[in-house]
């Protein structure tokens, strides 16, 4: 079993910086695709980025393009998601999930076997 544990959120102005941290613990998830999700009340959850087992290949939702930079560092069994010139329309509950599939790169939810509790980030106009 995998668990994960978000941080990093927040309320911040618009044009502003979060940075989020996932800590995973219970086994290694060096050999796991992470990802990031967001979801607001209502509305399905939403693919934000992804990162191979390697850091070798990253994805990125088209909205968060140019803005969001995700990142892992396999010693601390953790994965980061730097948020810049963020906008009102970001303001999500953001998670933290894992895929076990080697080599994974999937966008959807569904394929995903590990999440976190999510973290709040709330960005005022």
């Known amino acids: 079993q995998v668990q994960l544990v978000e941080s990093g959120g927040g309320l911040v102005q618009a044009g502003g910086s979060l940075r989020l941290s996932c800590a995973a613990s219970?086994?290694?998830?060096?050999?796991?695709?992470m990802a990031w999700f967001r979801q607001t009340p209502g509305k399905a959850r939403e693919f934000v980025a992804l990162i191979t087992r390697s850091g070798g290949r990253t994805n990125y939702a088209d909205s968060v393009k140019g803005r969001f930079t995700i990142s892992r560092d396999n010693a601390k069994n953790a994965v980061y998601l730097q948020m810049n010139s963020l906008e009102p329309e970001d303001t999500a509950v953001y998670y933290c999930?894992?895929?076990?599939?080697?080599?994974?790169?999937?966008?959807?939810?569904?394929?995903?076997?590990?999440w976190g509790q999510g973290t709040q980030v709330t960005v005022s106009s």
């Open positions: 219970g086994r290694t998830v060096s050999t796991y695709t």
């Open positions: 999930a894992a895929d076990m599939t080697t080599w994974a790169t999937s966008t959807s939810p569904y394929a995903y076997d590990y």
